[in-house]
């Protein structure tokens, strides 16, 4: 009789929070949530100091980047011990299949194409045979995302999906106003080209805990010498920011189109023929080449962009 009263004191029969767990929550969500945008901030100016705004491999500081991320999935996450007594599954499986429950719902109510790169990328390290374990995916995924600059889209679909109430508790951190901002962040990260291991070895050894010191510092005044040491030719590096800052602009402007091109596919091949004359069917696929010819003209222009900036990298190399 104890056992089955503290089980069901465990569980909880409604699953409302006393006021002291509220605030706990509050606190606990607020904290996390400021965490991970002080590390998202601290990645981004750590990254845009170099000139090719270009990550290899995971620093320390991509490392608890990736680690925050994972705690805000769990965060609030309806773990299958919850719902009963007795589980034979991991709280990471819990994850990965509400992750997966989130892509499918929103797939099969035609919210989200097919064809989206977030979509894509859960399907892809689902077929991924060397990663055995759902930790393993949920990290590849993580990664997967931030190198396809998507990993904002990932967050976003999940936090709008129908399915989310499902799968997290009301208290959870996707389900707050906090989401929001974070989200916000992400999107930040689009400037950054990532290179990193999806190797499930390297995923499974991950470390599981963030160190905060470094992300505190206290204001200091350089001296002279420090100046001079890492001086670098004005004129170059701001050229080379231009450089950047096009390059970003011209790949969020071939994605905007890519997704208005997704888009008028799927809407043609969703409305029936038959009730559309063919004047406007030859409407619509005129406007869908154009649409693919405007995509190209971006691509040429990228192209001659790789061009220059490939130059500039060899001035800076001779003066270097």
């Given at each position: ?296 003209l971006w691509k040429d222009r990228e192209k001659l962009w790789d061009e220059e900036k490939n130059r500039l990298m060899g ?6």
């Amino acid at each position: 009789m104890n056992f089955l009263t503290s089980s069901s004191n465990l569980f909880g029969s409604n699953g409302e929070l006393t006021r002291a767990q509220k605030v706990h929550r509050e606190n606990e969500r607020s904290n996390l949530a400021t965490i991970t945008r002080l590390v998202i901030r601290s990645v981004l100016d750590h990254s845009t100091k170099a000139l090719n705004r270009i990550i290899e491999g995971d620093s320390s500081q991509l490392s608890d980047f990736l680690i925050l991320l994972e705690k805000v999935l769990f965060h609030g996450l309806k773990t299958s011990d919850q719902r009963s007594l007795l589980s034979f599954r991991s709280p990471d499986a819990d994850l990965w299949l509400a992750i997966g429950r989130c892509v499918k719902f929103e797939q099969s109510r035609a919210r989200v194409d097919p064809e989206d790169p977030s979509c894509r990328g859960y399907v892809c390290v689902e077929q991924l045979e060397y990663l055995k374990t759902s930790i393993s995916k949920i990290r590849a995924l993580l990664r997967l995302s931030l190198m396809q600059k998507r990993l904002a889209d990932l967050f976003q679909m999940i936090v709008n999906s129908s399915v989310l109430s499902e799968c997290w508790n009301s208290w959870a951190i996707l389900r707050s106003s906090e989401a929001e901002p974070i989200i916000g962040s992400l999107i930040g990260l689009s400037v950054l080209n990532c290179n990193l291991h999806i190797d499930f070895e390297h995923l499974q050894e991950q470390p599981l805990a963030v160190d905060l010191s470094q992300y505190i510092k206290i204001p200091t005044v350089p001296t002279e010498g420090h100046e001079e040491k890492f001086e670098i030719d004005e004129v170059t590096k701001r050229e080379m920011k231009t450089l950047l800052d096009q390059n970003h602009y011209l790949e969020e402007r071939n994605r905007m189109l890519e997704d208005k091109i997704l888009g008028m596919r799927a809407k043609i091949e969703n409305d029936s023929v038959s009730s559309l004359d063919m004047e406007s069917v030859s409407f619509r696929r005129l406007s869908a080449e154009s649409a693919e010819r405007e995509v190209q003209l971006w691509k040429d222009r990228e192209k001659l962009w790789d061009e220059e900036k490939n130059r500039l990298m060899g001035t800076v190399s001779v003066f270097g």
